[in-house]
C-alpha cells in the first residue's frame, strides 16, 4: 500500500479530514474573486465577460407563466442575497409561513423551488419523478470534477438506469442479510476501538465505513486508517460535499466561466478542480483495476464488482459498472456517521431513553451475549429510537438537489425546465401536526401512535432519485446504535473539579446537519460489556 501511496501522490491527501473552511454565500462568491490578484485589465475584461453572460442567462431564464409564490427579489439579482449562508432550512420553512408549502425563488435568474410538505413532496416528486428526477447542471462538480459519470449527479438515460438498477440489485433490502454478520463483525471491532479511549468517534466510524464498503464493493481488506484506499474516499468525499451547493462557485452560477484559462484570475475553480479531478478518478479507479487485476490471477474475492464482471458480456464497456461501484465506496460514509454522531450526542442528554433501551435489550439478550439483526424484531423501542433521531436532526435536512428535465403545470402555476427543487426535510420534521411538540426528542411518539409518519419516507429521498442505499445505511445504522447501547453507557466527561462538561447543539449548516468533535465518555455497562471489550470474546477473560 505504500506503493501505492507513493505511485499516486496520495502523501498530500490529509487522512481524514472532519471538516472543510466555511463556504460563502452565492452573492460571497459573485462580490469577492477567488483569485490571488484581481489588478489590471484581466480582471476587468473578466467582469465584462460575467456581465455580458449574466445578462444572457437572466433573459434566457425569465419564466414567462405564473410560478408559485416566494418572497420579492431585487432586480437582476433576485433571491441571492436573502438565501442564507448556514442553515437555509429555517429560512425556507419560515417562509412556508407566509407563501405556503411551495415556494419558487430566484437566484441570478436561476429558478429554485423549495418543497416544505409531505403532501406536495409526494404530488411533486412522486407522481411526477420522470420530470423531477433531473440533477442540476453543476460544471464545477460534474463537468470539470468528473461526478456526473456516477449515478448520484447522473443525468436520467440509459447509462444512469443501467447503474440504479445494479444498484438496487445489490444494495435493495433482499440482499441486504447476506452482508448483515460482516456488519455486526466490524460494527463490533469499532466499538472495541474507540470505547477505551473515548476518543476519535467520527472517524473511527468512517473508517469502519470505508472497510464495510470496500469489502462490499471489491473484496478488499483494509487494515489502517492510514491506508490510501480510505484516505482518497474520504477526500473525495468531502469534495463532494463542498461542491454540490448550489453557486459555492462561479462556474455554477455562469457555466460559460469554464471557456477561461486556468491561469485567469476569476478561474480558480478550474485550479481547485485540477486538484479534485484526479482524487476522484484515484477513488474509482484504484480499487476498481485491483479487482481486475486479481480477477485475472483467479484470486479475486466475492464482491459486487466481481459479480458484475463476471456476468458481463465479452466486449461490454465496463465502465459504468466501475462508476457504479465507486459511488457506493465514496459516497456511503458521511451521511451515515452523521446520524451515529447525531444518536451519540442525543443519548448522553438523555439518560432515561439510553436507560430504557438497554433495559430492552438486556430483555432479548439475556445480558450475556451481543445483539444481532435477528434480535431487531423483538427491539421495538430500538426503532423507535432510530426514527427520532432521523427525525430530531435529519442528516441532509434539504437533501442532494433535483431538477426539471421539463416544464410542469402543479396546482395552476408552470415550473420551469431546469428549476431546481429542494425537499425540505426539515419542514416536515418539526411540523407540529404531524410530530406533536416537535422540539423534543421523543422516542415515545412512535409508540403512543403507530401511524406516525416514519421519518425514513422522506429521509431517503422521492421517486426515482430516492437513495438505492437506503436499506445499507438502516442496516448501518441500527446495528450500530445496538451494539453501543449494549456495551457501554454514553455519558458526559467531567472536568478536572468533577463537574459534568455539558454539550452543545452546535450543528454545522451546510448541505450536511452535523456536529463537530464533542467530548464524551463511553463506559462498560456490566460485567459482560466489560470482560467482552476487554478480549473480544462473549464468554469474558
Not at 432550512?89 to 437566484?107: E, H, N, P, Q, R
Not at 464497456?317 to 459511488?327: C, E, L, P
Not at 421539463?406 to 429542494?422: A, D, F, L, M, N
Request: charged share 20%.
Amino acid at each position: 500500500m505504500h506503493d501505492l501511496g507513493h505511485t499516486y501522490g496520495l502523501e498530500s491527501l490529509r487522512p481524514f479530514p472532519s471538516s472543510r473552511p466555511p463556504r460563502p454565500v452565492i452573492m460571497n462568491v459573485i462580490e469577492s474573486s477567488d483569485a490571488p490578484s484581481r489588478s489590471g485589465m484581466v480582471t476587468l475584461l473578466g467582469c465584462l465577460f460575467i456581465g455580458i453572460a449574466f445578462v444572457l442567462q437572466i433573459y434566457r431564464q425569465k419564466p414567462l407563466k405564473p410560478t408559485p409564490p416566494g418572497p420579492p427579489g431585487e432586480p437582476i439579482l433576485g433571491n441571492a442575497r436573502q438565501i442564507p449562508e448556514f442553515f437555509p432550512w429555517y429560512y425556507f420553512t419560515d417562509l412556508a409561513k407566509s407563501y405556503g408549502d411551495v415556494i419558487y425563488l430566484t437566484a441570478m435568474g436561476q429558478g429554485i423551488l423549495v418543497i416544505n410538505s409531505s403532501q406536495a413532496m409526494s404530488e411533486i416528486l412522486t407522481k411526477n419523478s420522470s420530470i423531477f428526477s433531473g440533477r442540476p447542471h453543476l460544471p464545477m462538480l460534474g463537468d470539470l470534477v468528473g461526478w456526473n459519470q456516477t449515478v448520484t449527479m447522473g443525468v436520467p438515460g440509459k447509462r444512469w438506469q443501467s447503474q440504479r438498477k445494479l444498484l438496487h440489485q445489490f444494495l435493495g433490502a433482499p440482499s441486504i442479510p447476506a452482508y448483515h454478520h460482516m456488519m455486526e463483525e466490524l460494527v463490533q471491532e469499532f466499538v472495541r476501538t474507540v470505547a477505551p479511549t473515548s476518543q476519535g468517534f467520527n472517524d473511527e466510524f468512517i473508517f469502519t465505513m470505508a472497510k464495510l464498503t470496500l469489502r462490499m464493493a471489491y473484496g478488499i481488506k483494509i487494515e489502517s486508517r492510514e491506508d490510501p484506499l480510505a484516505i482518497m474516499a474520504e477526500e473525495a468525499a468531502l469534495n463532494f460535499e463542498d461542491g454540490v451547493e448550489f453557486g459555492r462557485y462561479k462556474v455554477d452560477l455562469f457555466p460559460v466561466l469554464r471557456l477561461l484559462p486556468s491561469w485567469f484570475p476569476l478561474a480558480e475553480f478550474h485550479r481547485i478542480a485540477a486538484r479534485w479531478r484526479p482524487q476522484l478518478q484515484m477513488a474509482i479507479n484504484t480499487p476498481f483495476d485491483r479487482v481486475k487485476k486479481d480477477m485475472a490471477e483467479g484470486k479475486a474475492e466475492p464482491s459486487f464488482t466481481a459479480k458484475c464482471l463476471e456476468s458481463l458480456p465479452a466486449g461490454t464497456d465496463d465502465d459504468y459498472i466501475k462508476w457504479t461501484s465507486g459511488a457506493f465506496y465514496v459516497a456511503a460514509s458521511r451521511t451515515t456517521m452523521t446520524t451515529i454522531s447525531t444518536f451519540l450526542h442525543t443519548m448522553i442528554q438523555h439518560p432515561e431513553v439510553q436507560a430504557k433501551a438497554q433495559a430492552e435489550i438486556d430483555r432479548v439478550t439475556g445480558g450475556d451475549r451481543l445483539p444481532t439483526f435477528a434480535d431487531r424484531p423483538n427491539m421495538p423501542y430500538l426503532d423507535c429510537i432510530f426514527k427520532e433521531v432521523m427525525r430530531w436532526h435529519p442528516a441532509t435536512p434539504m437533501g442532494v438537489p433535483h431538477a426539471t428535465t421539463e416544464e410542469v403545470q402543479y396546482r395552476g402555476w408552470s415550473i420551469p425546465k431546469g428549476t431546481i427543487v429542494y425537499n425540505n426535510g426539515w419542514a416536515l420534521s418539526q411540523d407540529p401536526v404531524t410530530y406533536p411538540a416537535p422540539e423534543k426528542f421523543d422516542p415515545e411518539r412512535f409508540e403512543r401512535n403507530s401511524t406516525t409518519k416514519d421519518p425514513r419516507e422522506y429521509a431517503f429521498g422521492f421517486g426515482r432519485r430516492a437513495c438505492p442505499g437506503q436499506a445499507f445505511a438502516d442496516a448501518t445504522v441500527w446495528i450500530t446504535m445496538t451494539t453501543l447501547l449494549a456495551l457501554v453507557d454514553m455519558r458526559n466527561c467531567l472536568d478536572e473539579a468533577g463537574n459534568i462538561i455539558p454539550l452543545k447543539e452546535n450543528f454545522n449548516g451546510t448541505v450536511l446537519h452535523n456536529l463537530p468533535p464533542f467530548p464524551y465518555t463511553l463506559e462498560p455497562r456490566s460485567s459482560f460489556a466489560k470482560g467482552w471489550l476487554e478480549t473480544g470474546n462473549e464468554k469474558g477473560p
